[in-house]
Antibody, heavy 118, light 111 residues
């Protein structure tokens, strides 16, 4: 059974940093692209960032480019999102998702909530 | 880049069929057969319903089907059931600097 468990969310002040983690199990992690997708309270889904199986392809949404960094550790079956210079508009539930390349998202975690507020 | 365009809401009666549209451009929906659809119940993670325009993952009911014409993709749900009442999102690969884009979401009401 595929499991994706996010952690690292919380309340943070604007301008500060936060690092999210996603622990994966139930599939061969280093065979698949992984992604972060977020959802602001009461709003729709927004793709944030994706990384290919070998970290050779990395992409970001324009809204986070230059502030967020995605990475993965295939030895630990883990995905990460380093979020710097956080803004109030970054407040959202952040979902980790197993991707079929950048075509679609097969499985999703339950999410971790990030709240950016002073 | 703007989100794909979905109707904010649709409704249908139990047992009927409804279609949710997802309109983009030739740089996303119209340019690639990489449209996917997701169902999301309140407080839950999204679930993949359709991938690559019309393919269904194993375990997804055949009441859900997908199609595409030009720059518009569609999700059809037949034999509406009460548990279908929730939010639906489309997504597409794009040729822009942001390679993945979602629609704004559609709330389905089953009356």
């Amino acid at each position: 059974e595929v499991q994706l468990v996010e952690s690292g969310g919380g309340l943070v002040q604007p301008g500060r940093s936060l690092r999210l983690s996603c622990a994966a199990s139930g599939f061969t992690f280093d065979d698949y692209a992984m992604h972060w997708v977020r959802q602001a309270p009461g709003k729709g889904l927004e793709w944030v960032s994706g990384i290919s199986w070998n970290s050779g392809t990395i992409a970001y949404a324009d809204s986070v480019k230059g502030r967020f960094t995605i990475s993965r550790d295939n030895a630990k079956n883990s995905l990460y999102l380093q979020m710097n210079s956080l803004r109030t508009e970054d407040t959202a539930m952040y979902f980790c998702a197993k991707g079929n390349s950048f075509r679609y998202f097969e499985y999703w975690g339950q999410g971790t909530l990030v709240t950016v507020s002073s | 880049q703007s989100a794909l365009t979905q109707p904010a809401s649709v409704s249908g009666s139990r047992g009927q069929s409804i279609t949710i549209s997802c309109t983009g451009t030739s740089s996303d929906v119209g340019g690639y057969n990489y449209v996917s659809w997701y169902q999301q119940h309140p407080g839950k993670a999204p679930k993949l319903l359709i991938y690559d325009v019309f393919n269904r993952p194993s375990g997804v009911s055949n009441r859900f089907s997908g199609s595409k014409s030009g720059n518009t993709a569609s999700l059809t749900i037949s034999g509406l059931q009460a548990e279908d009442e929730t939010d639906y999102y489309c997504s597409s690969y794009t040729s822009s600097s942001t390679p993945v884009i979602f629609g704004g979401g559609t709330k389905l009401t089953v009356v």
